[in-house]
C-alpha cells in the first residue's frame, strides 16, 4: 500500500512538472535582471537578481525551495511555483503584477498597485546593458 501511494504522489508531482513546464511565458521576461535598489527599503540577498529561463526555470527570489518554475498570463501576471523539499515544505506558488517598460521590470504584490502605476510599491528590476546584447 506504501508503494502505491508513493507512486501516485510521484506520478502526481511528474504531471504537475510536465503541466507547468506547458504553461505560456512571455519571453520578454528571459535573462537575468538586477534590482535597482531604492534607499531605506531592506532587500533580501534572493531579491537582488533574479532570472528567467527560456525553460521555466527561474532563480532569485528569496522563497525556500528546492527549484521554481515560472510561467505568465495576459502579459501582466507572473506566477512562480516553488517546490517543496520533501520533508519540511509545501510547494506553493506566488504571484505578482509585472509592467515591463524598455529594460525595466516592475513587479507588484497587487493588481491594485499595478494598474495604479504605484512604482514606489513595486520592486524595480533592470537587464543590464550587456545582457541586452547578448540575449
Known amino acids: 500500500m506504501l ?5 501516485v504522489c510521484l506520478t502526481a508531482c511528474n504531471d504537475t512538472e510536465a503541466s507547468l513546464m506547458n504553461k505560456g511565458r512571455d519571453s520578454r521576461l528571459i535573462g537575468a535582471w538586477l534590482l535597482v535598489e531604492t534607499p531605506g527599503r531592506e532587500v533580501l540577498s534572493g531579491d ?5 529561463e527560456v525553460n521555466g526555470a527561474c ?3 528569496h522563497f525556500k525551495g528546492v527549484k521554481r518554475v515560472f510561467y505568465t498570463e495576459n502579459n501582466n501576471r507572473l506566477f512562480v511555483f516553488v517546490y517543496g523539499d520533501d520533508n519540511h515544505q509545501s510547494s506553493l506558488i506566488r504571484s505578482f503584477y509585472y ?6 521590470l516592475y513587479l507588484w504584490s497587487s493588481e491594485e498597485d499595478m494598474l ?6 513595486s520592486q524595480t528590476y533592470y537587464k543590464p546593458a550587456d545582457l ?3 540575449s
Open 116 to 121: 495604479k502605476r504605484n512604482y514606489n510599491a
Open 48 to 52: 537582488k537578481a533574479i532570472v528567467f
Open 3 to 7: 508503494l502505491l501511494l508513493l507512486g
Open 59 to 61: 532563480y532569485g527570489f
Open 132 to 134: 541586452i546584447l547578448n
Open 99 to 104: 509592467l515591463l517598460s524598455a529594460d525595466k
